[in-house]
Structure formats: structure tokens, C-alpha cells
């Protein structure tokens, strides 16, 4: 049998998002339930597969199967391609298996020529109707089949609502978009050189080939590599017969949501515009009116909304984002989709569905996205602050958080501001899915046009970056770059402070303050520890980072990067006379300086983290990194020492190296500087035994982790002279203390040696960062430089060390673990890369039997979350 391309909406169900995407699956599963869905049929994501795997072509198979359906089309709807009597009129619309809102292409009533629109106006007696289809078919197949700009056929329309004296696409009449229908064509013409094609067939391939080109376009891989969407997916083409909101003020068309996306408190929650086609209430050409209004303009309509509504959250049991029509009073469905949401807004969803019985604790915990939790663990504007402040103007609040930045006009600019460390607030008349980049880069978003449904809006929410839409206050002047508002005139590069949960907007910088984890985001992180079995520990180096990850619920430190200490001022002196000492015994004198510092610390650490393991890693970077580069440093250094400048300058050029990341570092510098292991073996212990003397009730078991070991003799060279001193150090203080000896594995010859490895380490603990750049040879600081080539060759989808590697990387730390456990069973044996934060490389850490990830303090909260949701 032929393989099976086309499924009728008929044929479809939720289920099958994989094959027929998201939109698809979710209209099959609308007129399974017997929701007004105007028919169709789904071209599946196979097809677009295909497409691409034919050098994007679509092959005479799928092409006639596609015929076929077309055929069944007519049949279902009774209206017909070019019809004298009944034309049918389709959209032809993308949908991947996760959405993408806005990041892909639709057209709307395609199988107008001249003649349709002829038989259209008069069937309907509606002239204007069919010749406003008729432009605006025009508009998008040009823009989207053919890339001639938009902004042509928008020139062409301004001009015209100039001569004509409106301010109003709907004010436009009959003749007029008849006139510009013309126009149109001929701007056609005169950007590809041919007419304007009119065969609905020819048009229909071509719309289908556009929608699966979009799915390569810029701004979706972009958003795909945000999302963690795999470029191998493709989306499904959905041809559905067109429903008409723009048939006169009996008409319309809207978005809703079952609940609030910003607050997720319940209730219905949308925007209504009369007399309107799709894009324009998201494009934000006129303000919408709210959703409630509806109610006194079409009672009829709107009751039979709201009980849809609430058949598709009972349906789906979770919040609901739909598209529908209104043509002459009779209610179409064109869309649902579980909404996306704020961080917020989330939580708030996930336990109140757990309250009204419609959800389990853990089907809630599997409900949050953790990569949105980032937002709610970022600066909130302190209160008495925001208070004090007094508001220049209000839009809506659109997408919660605070922002506060300088202003920039343009997306190019917040992404070059961005780059230079500025931090800014992107104002625009409305946004575009061209800016998705410099949305990004920017703190948040301010907009004069545009509702809470917006491109702006929907945008900001889905990336959890704060915006404030629709303020039709400012008077904006973007091609001078600058707007009024409130009575002064702001400029590029004046501070501004937004608001993005009540939408107000302030003149100047305001406070911010940390956030919390309480109320609803309390509950589900309770939730998400009673499911979880992974164990969550922080890299902390400094006492205030360890209490602020405790905070945030990690329970232990997995790696405690010891050079880091010695960053500041008044202790890099000290540091740089260890480093550059000649003789044992110089280096020793440094070390004695060092060692009661290094000691307080390790005390702070162990009390901030109430007996909580604490991983403590020994000396590992290149010691170049801390010599002074100053001649006054190097003056003072020399004076320090009682050497000459000349002698220190000669002992840092001695340092130098070629390739100082797999230089002297690691357990190399305790192999060739024993007394630098030896004196944070010290410190190590002698804290343990003073906090543990503090809190007799704390279980304190220093683990001291020697990193970048390569081979177990090294391991065992230094261990034994670690135990040595340790040992000493118990001994002379009468005490009684554990400890443990572990080592990184960072270097794939020890991940490929772990049953010998394990034999001397009594814990492992992956450095996936080094890890990472050790396997695929390339360097962690210089990746940026040819990464961005990769992702447009489609060699990598992803940034190898924020996202873990599970095919290399991962295959190495599988084949450790099996190792080291056949030698030592009972070892624990973490990740404290920069993938223990990153929820895919948390979920394949539980996989592989990890005992706990370890990551940034503020990805703490992410990792818990992950951690449930991988056991889940
Ligand atoms: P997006 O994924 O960008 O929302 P859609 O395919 O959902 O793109 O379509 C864009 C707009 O066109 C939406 O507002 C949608 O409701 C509207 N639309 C799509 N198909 C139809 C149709 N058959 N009849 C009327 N409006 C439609
Ligand atoms: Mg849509
Ligand atoms: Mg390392």
C-alpha cells in the first residue's frame, strides 16, 4: 500500500500530534467532539520530511494524494476550486508538533482569481467582502509564496486610505479594494515578472511548498533552538476551508483563552475585532475589543463560545488558547491549544487544575515548563520603590516581570546594545516576528499598538521576558527615535522602568529585589521533591552564594571551585606570591598566608550549608590566569617578595603556555606542587572539625575532589599525600572526623579507566564543561566563534555545553558509571557541569543513575523541577 500523506480531519485525532502536528491533531480532536470545525485535511509532517529529503521538492506521490483530498474537500463541503456557482475557499496553514506561534506561514483565502471573486460578490450580494479576500490574498501569497515584502502592499494601502481621507482598513469600500486588488497585482508583476497566478491548484502547491519552507526559516530556527524543537520534526500543512469574518458587523473573528495567561486566574480571558480576518486582531491593524463585548453583539455566538470553552478545558484538562470565526452570527472553531502561559501563571494553573480534581500532583508537576521558572527567580521591582514611583503612562500588562533598561527603537539595536553589556528596553509601535532576536536581547518590551493577544505579548510571554503592550499614549516618532509620553520626550538611550504585570510604565530606574519561592510555586516545588529521586546540589563558591542556593531548596554543594576565592583584591597578593615563589619553602611562607583565609571560607560554607555534603574541588585552573598583568602589581609583587621586577617578570613569561587549558593544571599543579594540595587538605579539615565542634548534631564528611585527573596513578600520588595530611590533622586535633577522597571526571581516559579510577576515588563527579571540550577537542571559550556556522549548516541544533551531549559525552559518562560501580558499588557520583541546570541533560542524569546534578544557585529550583519530572 502507498504510504498515507493526507488525513481528512475526520480521520485524525489528538493523539496524533506527531504526524500531523499540533493544530492538525487538535482540529481532528475538535470535530471528533463535534465542534463547529470548518473541514479539511492534514498534509502530515512526514511529507514535509520528505519534502526536504527530495532537495525540497514535493514528489508526484504526495502530489497526488493531495489531489485526492482535495477532491474529498469538495466532496465534505459541497463547494468547489474555481466554481461558478460555489467556490471554495481554503487557508493553508503550518503547524508543528509543538507550537510555534507566529514563527511559521498561513495563507488565507487562497482559490480567488478574477473570476471567483466575480461569482463571490454577487452570490453574496457582498462586493466589498469579496474583493477585501481578494487583496489580502494577494498581500500574503506574494509575501509568503513569493517574498515580495509586505511593506509594498502596505505602502499601497496607506496611500490609498490617504486619498480616500480614513484612518480604517474597514473604511476602505468596494471600489477601493477593487482598485487596490489591481494594485496589487500589478506590484506583483512588476517584483516577480509573471501574473499573478490564477489557478487554485497552482496556488494551493505553492502555498504548501511555502509553508514547509517556512519551517527553515530564520526566525523559526531560532525559536526551535530556544525550544528545544528538533529541526528534524517538520510541520504538518493544514488545508482548511475558509470561515469569513469579514462579511460585515454580523462578523468576526478572535482569540481567547480559558484562563488568564499572564495570571492564570480562571475565567475567560481574549480579544474580539468585528468585521476582521485572523491575522489582523494578532497583527494589532485595529485594537480589539474584550472579549466580554462580544456578549452584547452576539449573544448567540458567545453562549455557544463559552460552552465550548468549557468542553475543550474539560476535554483537554488544562488551559485552553482558541481561534475562532463569527461569520454571519454561527460560531467557527479554527484553533485550540493548551495556551501558553507565564512562569506565573503556570503554577497558578497547575495547582488550582489539582484543586478542581482535574489533575493529579504529579500530572501537575509534569506541567510546568522549568526553563519558565528562570523568570520568576529573577529581580522582582521592590515594592516600597514601585510604590514611591509615580507612573508616566499605562499599557496593558502583558507578560509579568520588571524591566528596567535604556531605550532603543530598533531590534538590531537592543541586540548590539545587548552585546555591549547595556541593558535596554525595546519600544516599538508594535512588534514583528523579524524581531524576535532583539526581544530577546532586550530586558522588556514596551508597544504602543497591540492587546494582550498581540505578537509582542504572545511572544514575550512564551520567552518570559517582561512586556508591557498597547500604551496608545506615546506619541511615537520611531523613524527619529524618540516618543512622547506623560509630557517629556524620551530618547534613545533614556532610562525607563516597566512594569509587566500591572503595565505601568515609569521615567527613570527603580529598585529591584530578589524573588521568593512561596505560595503556588512553593506548593509545586514540594510536589516536584516528594517525586524526584535525583538529589539537587549548587556550585557555590562563596558563603552568600551556598545560603542563596539553600534558599532555593539545594541540598549540598557539588563543587566548590577553590581558585575562586582568591578573586578579590586584598587576597590576590598572597596568591600571586605563591604563585610566583621559586623555592618549597617561599611557597609555603605564601601558603600559610592562604590557608587561614581558605579555611574561614570552607567554615562559612560548611555552616551556610547546616551538613549538607560539601564538595570542595582543589586548585585547578592554569596558573597564568592569576599573575598580575600591571606594572604596578608587578612593582608590588616584587617589592613583596624581595625580588626584582626583572625576576618576576621572568617567572610570569615561565608560566606562559600554549594551550594553557590542557596545560599545567588540575591534579597536575598538586603533582608538581604538593604543598598547594596540602595546605587545602588543611584548611578542608580543620573547618570540618571546628563547624562539627559548633554543631555536633550536623553530619559533616568533607569531600575533597582532585579534578582533571587522566590516569589513576595520578590520583593515587596525590591521595596518598591528601590522606596524609588529613590523617595528621585528625590526629593532632583528638577528633574523630570521615572524609572522602573523589576525583572529577573531565578527561575521557578517565571516564574510559573508571573501574581503575574508582579503585582510589571514593566519589565521582563529572565535569561535563571539560568533559565536553575534551571530546570534541574544541575549546569552551572559543566555541562561540564557529558555533553559529554549525547551527546553519544544521550540524549542531544545540550549544554542546549548555545542552549535554547524550550521544558522545553522554555515551562516556554511561560507560564511567558502569565502571566505577562494578569496582565501588556504593559511590555516589554527580554532574557539576554546566548541564547539571539544563532540564533535557537533568532528565538523561536520572537516566543514567546519577546521584545528584549540582548547578548555579538560581538553576536550582529548574533542576528539582526537572529531576520530578524525569522520575514522573
Ligand atoms: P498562526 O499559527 O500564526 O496562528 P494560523 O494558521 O492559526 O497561524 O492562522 C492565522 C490566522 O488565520 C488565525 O487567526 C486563524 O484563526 C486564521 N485562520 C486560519 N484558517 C482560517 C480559516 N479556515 N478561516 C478563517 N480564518 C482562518
Ligand atoms: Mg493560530
Ligand atoms: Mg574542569
Request: proline fraction near 4%.
Amino acid at each position: 500500500m502507498a504510504h498515507k500523506y493526507c488525513y481528512l480531519f475526520s480521520e485524525g485525532n489528538a493523539t496524533m500530534r506527531e504526524l500531523l502536528g499540533g493544530k492538525g491533531a487538535n482540529l481532528a480532536e475538535m470535530t471528533n467532539i463535534g465542534l463547529p470545525v470548518p473541514q479539511g485535511f492534514t498534509i502530515s509532517t512526514e511529507a514535509c520530511t520528505k519534502y526536504y529529503d527530495d532537495g525540497r521538492k514535493i514528489n508526484d506521490e504526495i502530489m497526488a494524494e493531495i489531489n485526492e483530498y482535495i477532491v474529498k474537500m469538495e466532496g465534505i463541503t459541497g463547494k468547489k476550486f474555481g466554481d461558478k456557482e460555489n467556490p471554495l475557499l481554503v487557508s493553508v496553514r503550518s503547524g508543528a508538533r509543538a507550537s510555534m506561534p507566529g514563527m511559521m506561514d498561513t495563507i488565507l483565502n487562497l482559490g480567488l482569481n478574477e473570476d471567483v471573486v466575480a461569482v463571490m460578490a454577487e452570490k453574496s450580494n457582498n462586493e466589498r467582502w469579496a474583493w477585501d479576500c481578494y487583496r489580502r490574498f494577494i498581500q500574503m501569497y506574494s509575501d509568503v509564496v513569493m517574498e515580495v515584502g509586505k511593506k509594498y502592499f502596505e505602502e499601497l494601502i496607506d496611500k490609498m486610505k490617504a486619498e480616500k481621507g480614513v484612518t480604517q482598513d474597514v473604511e476602505l469600500d468596494a471600489n477601493d479594494l477593487k482598485e487596490l486588488a489591481g494594485q496589487f497585482k500589478a506590484e506583483y508583476k512588476a517584483k516577480i515578472g509573471e501574473d499573478f497566478p490564477s489557478d487554485p491548484k497552482e496556488q494551493l502547491m505553492g502555498a504548501i511548498k511555502a509553508v514547509f519552507r517556512s519551517w527553515d526559516n530564520p526566525r523559526a530556527n531560532v525559536y526551535r533552538r530556544d525550544n528545544d524543537i528538533p529541526y528534524s520534526w517538520g510541520t504538518a500543512v493544514n488545508v482548511q476551508s475558509m470561515a469569513f469574518g469579514n462579511m460585515g458587523d454580523d462578523c468576526g473573528t478572535g482569540v481567547a483563552f480559558t484562563r488568564d495567561p499572564a495570571t492564570g486566574a480562571k475565567g475567560l480571558f481574549g480579544e474580539f475585532l468585528t468585521n476582521a480576518q485572523g491575522e489582523d486582531v494578532v497583527a494589532g491593524v485595529r485594537t480589539p475589543m474584550h472579549i466580554q463585548e462580544m456578549e452584547q453583539k452576539f449573544p448567540e455566538a458567545f453562549k455557544e463560545f463559552t460552552e465550548v470553552c468549557k468542553t475543550l478545558e474539560d476535554h483537554y484538562r488544562d488551559m485552553q488558547d482558541m481561534e475562532f470565526t463569527v461569520e454571519h452570527g454561527k460560531l467557527y472553531m479554527l484553533q485550540t491549544r493548551n495556551g501558553k502561559r507565564t512562569a506565573q501563571a503556570a503554577l497558578k494553573i497547575a495547582c488550582d487544575l489539582v484543586d478542581e480534581g482535574m489533575r493529579t500532583e504529579e500530572e501537575a508537576v509534569a506541567m510546568i515548563d522549568p526553563r519558565n521558572l528562570d523568570t520568576l527567580l529573577h529581580p522582582q521591582f521592590d515594592a516600597k520603590a514601585l510604590k514611591a514611583a509615580t507612573p508616566i503612562g499605562k499599557g496593558l500588562g502583558a507578560s509579568p516581570g520588571a524591566a528596567c533598561g535604556k531605550i532603543v527603537f530598533t531590534a538590531e539595536d537592543a541586540v548590539e546594545w545587548a552585546d555591549k553589556g547595556e541593558k535596554v528596553v525595546l519600544v516599538r509601535l508594535e512588534t514583528s516576528p523579524e524581531d524576535i532576536t532583539g526581544m530577546k536581547a532586550a530586558q522588556g518590551i514596551l508597544t504602543v499598538r497591540g492587546g494582550m493577544t498581540s505578537h509582542a505579548a504572545v511572544v514575550a510571554r512564551g520567552m518570559g521576558e517582561c512586556c508591557v503592550s498597547g500604551c496608545s499614549a506615546i506619541n511615537m516618532d520611531e523613524a527619529n527615535k524618540k516618543f512622547e509620553l506623560g509630557g517629556k520626550t524620551f530618547v534613545e538611550g533614556d532610562v525607563i522602568s516597566i512594569d509587566g504585570t500591572t503595565g505601568n510604565i515609569y521615567d527613570g530606574a527603580i529598585a529591584t529585589v530578589d524573588a521568593q519561592i512561596a505560595g503556588e510555586f512553593g506548593r509545586i516545588m514540594a510536589w516536584a521533591d516528594k517525586y524526584r529521586v535525583l538529589k539537587v546540589r549548587t556550585n557555590a563558591d562563596t558563603p552568600a552564594d551556598a545560603k542563596k542556593a539553600r534558599e532555593l531548596g539545594a541540598e549540598g554543594i557539588g563543587l566548590c571551585r577553590t581558585e575562586h576565592m582568591f578573586f578579590e583584591a586584598d587576597r590576590i597578593a598572597a596568591f600571586r606570591e605563591m604563585i610566583c615563589s621559586d623555592t618549597v619553602e617561599e611557597r609555603e611562607a605564601a601558603l600559610a598566608k592562604i590557608e587561614p583565609m581558605q579555611q574561614a571560607d570552607f567554615e562559612a560554607l560548611y555552616e551556610a550549608l547546616e551538613g549538607c555534603p560539601v564538595t570542595i574541588r582543589f586548585l585547578d585552573p592554569p596558573l597564568h590566569e592569576f599573575v598580575p598583568t600591571e606594572e604596578a602589581d608587578i612593582e608590588a609583587l616584587a617589592k613583596a617578595q624581595g625580588k626584582s621586577v626583572e625576576t618576576i617578570k621572568n617567572i610570569i613569561a615561565s608560566l606562559h603556555e600554549f594551550n594553557p587549558m590542557m596545560g599545567h593544571r588540575g591534579c597536575r599543579l598538586a603533582v608538581t606542587y604538593p604543598e598547594i594540595a596540602k595546605m587545602q587538605t588543611k584548611a578542608v579539615i580543620k573547618a570540618a572539625l571546628n563547624v562539627k565542634k559548633n554543631h555536633p548534631d550536623w553530619t559533616i564528611v568533607p569531600e575533597i575532589m582532585i579534578p582533571l585527573v587522566g590516569d589513576v596513578k595520578e590520583l593515587k600520588y596525590v591521595k596518598n599525600f591528601v590522606v596524609e595530611t588529613a590523617d595528621a590533622v585528625i590526629k593532632e586535633a583528638g577528633a574523630d572526623l570521615k572524609y572522602e577522597v573523589g576525583t572529577m571526571i573531565e578527561i575521557p581516559r578517565a571516564a574510559l579507566t573508571a573501574d581503575e579510577i574508582a579503585k582510589e576515588a571514593e566519589f565521582f563527579c563529572f565535569g561535563t564543561n571539560d568533559l565536553t571540550q575534551m571530546t570534541y577537542g574544541f575549546s569552551r571559550d572559543d566555541a562561540g566563534k564557529f558555533l553559529n556556522a554549525y547551527y546553519d549548516a544544521k550540524i549542531f541544533e544545540n550549544d554542546p555545553f549548555a545542552k549535554l551531549d547524550q550521544t558522545g559525552v553522554g555515551k562516556l559518562m554511561e560507560m564511567a558509571i558502569k565502571l566505577g560501580k562494578a569496582t565501588r558499588p556504593d559511590m555516589h557520583i554527580g554532574i557539576c557541569g554546566e548541564h547539571g541546570g539544563d532540564p533535557s541533560s537533568v532528565e538523561f542524569c536520572h537516566k543514567i543513575g546519577l546521584t545528584y546534578v549540582s548547578c548555579s544557585p538560581f538553576r536550582v529550583p529548574i533542576a528539582r523541577l526537572a529531576a520530578a519530572q524525569a522520575a514522573i
